[in-house]
């Protein structure tokens, strides 16, 4: 499977952003689908995943975050609202199958997107 993020760009601290992570193929349905981050000098962070039965979130974006699918389970999309200038990172789109009680570190995760840059300054 192969990941490509897109949407990524400069916002002012409160504004919004929506990116995008469509696969080349249709994603299994056993699978997680998620984003994570990472800022300069830091580790990838995880953000929040989907399955088909439910959303997973980092209390850093609680609220703040919505992750949603498309029908055709090929594109995931993270909406992000109210951000700050900590939110800045590079994000990237993951998949695969971790096991449950670790989702959130990098290493369950199978493929991943390049990456799309998230910057928050007025």
């Known amino acids: 499977v192969q990941l490509q993020a897109c949407g990524g760009g400069l916002v002012q601290p409160g504004g919004s952003l929506r990116l995008s992570c469509a696969a080349s193929?249709?994603?299994?349905?056993?699978?997680?689908v998620g984003w994570f981050r990472q800022a300069p000098g830091k580790e990838r962070e995880f953000v929040g995943a989907?399955?088909?039965?439910?959303?997973y979130y980092a209390d850093s974006v609680k609220g703040r975050f919505t992750i949603s699918r498309d029908n055709t389970k090929i594109t995931v999309y993270l909406q992000m609202n109210a951000l700050k200038p900590e939110d800045t990172a590079v994000y990237y789109c993951?998949?695969?199958?971790?096991?449950?009680?670790?989702?959130?570190?990098?290493?369950?995760?199978?493929?991943w997107g390049q990456g799309t840059q998230v910057t928050v300054s007025s």
């Open positions: 989907i399955t088909n039965v439910r959303t």
């Open positions: 193929e249709r994603v299994s349905s056993t699978y997680f």
């Open positions: 993951g998949a695969g199958r971790p096991i449950l009680s670790n989702i959130r570190s990098p290493a369950g995760w199978s493929y």
